[in-house]
Every structure is written in C-alpha cells, then in structure tokens.
DNA sequence: GGTCTTTTTGCCATTTTATTGCATTTTTAC
DNA sequence: GTAAAAATGCAATAAAATGGCAAAAAGACC
C-alpha cells in the first residue's frame, strides 16, 4: 500500500478532483471484493459526509475507468463490478454461481493466445466459476 | 461437429422437449459468436416456424444452462451472452470494448489457481480485452 | 478574497435487460 | 385418449443503466 493520494491520482489523470470521484476511488480501494455500483453507494452512505447521487457514481465510476484508475470486470451477474487499479501484480477473480460473491485471487498472468489479423490485446482476465465455501455448504447432497 | 440431435440432448438432460429449447438450442449451436437473449430472438425471428415469446427465450436458456447444455459468458456488456456446449476443446473469448463485439478464441486451458479453502472450481474463463480490427481502424490517430 | 468559464452534480424521466404471476397450452406417462 | 405435470404467452414489474437540463462546484485568473 504505496502512497494513496487519490486526488493526485485523479488531477494527474486530467480531471477535476471533486467529492464524489475521490470517494469512489477511496471506496473502490479500501475494498477487497469489487463492487457494483449500488454497493459503493451503500458503502458512502455509512460514511460520515453527503452522499453523493447513485448517478454521480455512475458518472465517477464512468471517468475512473475512462481513464485507467478502476476497471469493470467481466461477470456473469447482472450488475457491472469495478476494481481500483493497484500496480500490485496480476491476479484471477472467482465468481461464485451461487451467491454471485466476486472475489480477487493471486494468480500469475495466464498466457495470451494469438489473436485474429488486426486484434490488439490491453488486457486478459481469468474467471474462475465455481461455489464459494458458504453457498457449497449450503447445497444439500 | 458430431450429432446434433438437439431433442435428445434436451431429453437426456431430463427435460421435456420443446420447440423453443429446441430452437434456442440450435440457434446458439449454429453461430460463430455467443448471442444474448435478444439476438437469439431476432435470428429465431428470421427463421421459418412460429417465434417463441421473449420470455420463453429467457426460460429456455435458463433452462438449458441449468442444465450444462449452454453456458453463459463472462462480460463487461449490459447484456448476458450464451453459447453452447460443445465436447470441442476448450477456448478463450475476446471483447471488443470498442463495439462490444464477443468472439470465440482457440486457446489451451490456463492453468487453475489456487483457491480458499472449501471453494471449488467447476470452470475456468479466459478473457482478452481489447480492440477488434474494424474498431482499431475506427479510432483516429 | 472575487469573477469568469468549464465541468460536474442532482433530479427526473427514460431505456435496456431481466423477472414474476397467472391463466392457457403443450408435453408426457399411462 | 385422459390426466398430471410442466412450459408458454402475455401483462405487469423489477433491476441496472443512461440521457437531458438547470443548478452547483471546480479551477484559472486576477
Ligand atoms: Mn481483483
Ligand atoms: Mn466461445
Ligand atoms: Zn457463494
Ligand atoms: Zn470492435
């Protein structure tokens, strides 16, 4: 955990730094899970300070992806899920199939295969489908 | 591309047979790229015989992917995108984040990371992020 | 500090995608 | 063919995301 200087982050990014885009970054980077929009909302709204509007998250979260702070990833629920970009290393996410949890693991990078004639790659993610502990537990046998 | 006795899959499955699980069924085993409900109603729309209802299409794919007969996808669209399952080898999948475009990648299964305790893992998803060739050109330089 | 310009925000309306309830129809077992 | 069980169509509803626009806030300059 380096320097956390989110409104550096953001103004070094080309924006302006308000309220509402720090705290999303802020929420988005204190977590361990990725979040759906509507949890980063919850998550401000137990925080002391005003609340920002659940479109003004939408819209933060819309620049911070824009430009590179927090990345959607791929899912299979039917809200989007964001992540803060730490320059840690690589890492996989499990999803679980039953209560649709998400969650980041240690993974080395998984090789690229080759792409079609004119594809360019940015970036590759690993999902792991699977049950969590709990919801395993959960299905009678 | 071996029997594609769609009825019979669906009957070994333990289901009744139906036209739109059939329909559905064949429709995503037909195509190139994974299809989200609605373009599978738009080809099925395209097609001879009566048109199942919205609805019934959403059903049957719940159904068939409950099932093991189709499997949705991991993505970072709006909307959920299914393919079949074949026994064919396994692949990766790549995204355009430029026109949302899903495509199918040959590639060798990426290894399994290590997971928590009491997780288990029932399928591993590779995914390429990145730019389509069409996109690429689209976007000035 | 104050003033100006540009960007962002809040609120409301709307769109897109998916789900639920229920009467009717279809499938299957006998 | 008949009856039981399951699937379907249709309308209503929910969930997630987006668009328009006036008000507010941020940054640049003084
Ligand atoms: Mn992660
Ligand atoms: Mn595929
Ligand atoms: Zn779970
Ligand atoms: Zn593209």
Redesign the pocket.
């Known amino acids: 955990m380096n320097d956390p200087d989110f409104p550096r982050r953001i103004?070094d990014a080309g924006?302006?730094?308000?309220?509402?885009?720090v705290a999303v970054l802020r929420c988005l980077a204190a977590t361990e899970e990725p979040l759906?929009?509507?949890e980063v909302l919850e998550r401000l709204a137990q925080t002391a300070g005003?609340v920002?509007?659940r479109?003004?998250i939408?819209?933060?979260i819309?620049?911070l992806a824009a430009h590179g702070l927090v990345r959607q990833l791929a899912t299979v629920g039917?809200?989007?899920r964001y992540e803060a970009v730490e320059d840690r290393e690589t890492h996989a996410h499990f999803q679980c199939r039953g209560c649709g949890q998400t969650r980041c693991l240690p993974a080395p990078p998984p090789p690229l295969p080759p792409l079609p004639i004119g594809y360019v790659a940015e970036r590759v993610e690993l999902v792991i489908h699977g049950l969590c502990a709990a919801c395993r537990a959960g299905e009678r046998r």
């Open positions: 103004r924006g302006r730094v308000t309220a509402a885009r759906t929009p509507d005003p920002p509007d479109v003004t939408y819209r933060a819309e620049w039917r809200a989007a």
